[in-house]
C-alpha cells in the first residue's frame, strides 16, 4: 500500500555532528524530501531542558558540558535559528515540520536540566523508599510538571509550529539502562500523587515494606555498582493497575495538549507494551501503560507510531494485531521503520540501495499507509544517497 503519510526523521543534531547542518544543508534536504513526496519531517527541539531552538523563554543548548558530538549543533544555533528555517521552507514545500517533543528526558544529572527540576527534585520518578531517583524522567501526575511541559508546547506553537511529536518510546537518559526495570517491575514510579491515589483506589499503601535488599551487581571498572533492588514486606497489588495509573499522567498531559491547542496535529511515539499492554502480558516488562484506545476514540491525537525493526519480520503481524483500533478510530497509523538505514536503529548506515528497495517493496506489501524513515543523516551520508531518494520516492507512488 502506499503511503498516505510519510514522514523523514531529522536527527538535526546527527546532521550537525557529521558536519552539516548549515542552512544551505537543511535547504537541500527539504528540496529532496519534497521531490520524494514526503508529507512531513521530525525535528528535534529540546536537550536536558534547553532548547534546540532559539528561544527567549527557555535555555538555549550551548553545549556548556562539552559533549564532542554537539560542537556543530551549539554553533549553529549560535547563528541561526533552525526550528524556524525547517518552519519556513516546510510551509513552501508543502512538508509539516513536527518537534520532536520526548517527555522522558529532561536531565542527565542532579545538577543538569531546567531549573524547575533541579528546585522540585521530588518530581523525577522515585523507587519505593524515595531514596532513588530516575533522574531525567518528570512524573506526569504532578500538575505542576504537566503545567511546566505545557509551556513548553506553547513556545514551539508560538514558533509556528502546527503539529508534534510526543515521545515516549525513545531517551537518552543513561539512568534508564542502569536503573533498568526490576525482573518484578517495581523498580521506579512510586511518587506521591500515584501512591496516595492507589491507595485511595485499591487500599494498598505502596510506601509500604519492611527492609531493601540487593538483588544485582555489576562491576565497573573495578568498582561495584547496584543496579537492581527488591523491597521486601510488601503487599501483593495488581501490577497492571499500577501501570495504568501511571500512565494516566500521560493521558492528562495529552487531553490538555489537545484542550489548549484544539488545531495542532498531535503524534505520538509509544512502545508496544506502554501503548497495548494486554493483561495476559508480563507488566513487569512494561514501564507504564496509557489509554491508547481512549485517546485515539477522543481525538485527542491525530497519529499514532510504533517505533521497531521491521526489517525481517512482517510489519502487519506486528502492528495490526495490536492497534487495528488506532485505525478504526479514524487515527493514522504508522510504522516507524528504525532499522531502514541500518539494521540495528543507530551506528552507521550499512545497507545498500537494493536493501532499501526490498525494504520498500515489504513495506508496500502491507495493510499499513505510514511509515517514519530513520533517519535522514544515514540517507545523506550513503554512498548513493541519488539512488535511496529515488527508491523512497516508490513509496508515494512518484
Known sequence: MLANRLTMDTDYHDICYFGAGSPADVEQLFDNMALSGFDATIWDCFWCGTTLYQSSKFPVFTNAARWENRF??????????????????????????LPYFRLLEEAYTPNDGHEFFRNNPEFWWQSRCGMYRMIGWPCYNYPEVREHMLSRLDDLVGHGATGVLFGLARTHIPYYVAYRQGEDGETFGFNKPVVEEFKKRYGIDLAKFDHVEDVSVADHRGLPFTYERRWVGTEPYDMWAFRRLLGEGFNLFLKEARSRHPQLYIALECGLLESSGKEYDSASKAVFRIDLEGLCAEGVIDEFIYPGSFRKSDINDIMLPRFSHVLDSGRQLTAWLNDFFSGDGGGTAD?????????????LASDLDGAVIHEAQFLVGSVNPVGMWKQLSRLKGL
Open 351 to 363: 545497507v545498500t540501495v537494493n536493501d532499501v528497495a526490498s525494504y520498500i517493496d515489504s513495506f
Open 72 to 97: 556543530g549543533l551549539a554553533e549553529n544555533l549560535r547563528k541561526f535559528d533552525p526550528l524556524s528555517l525547517a518552519t519556513k521552507l516546510g510551509k513552501e514545500r508543502n512538508i509539516q515540520v
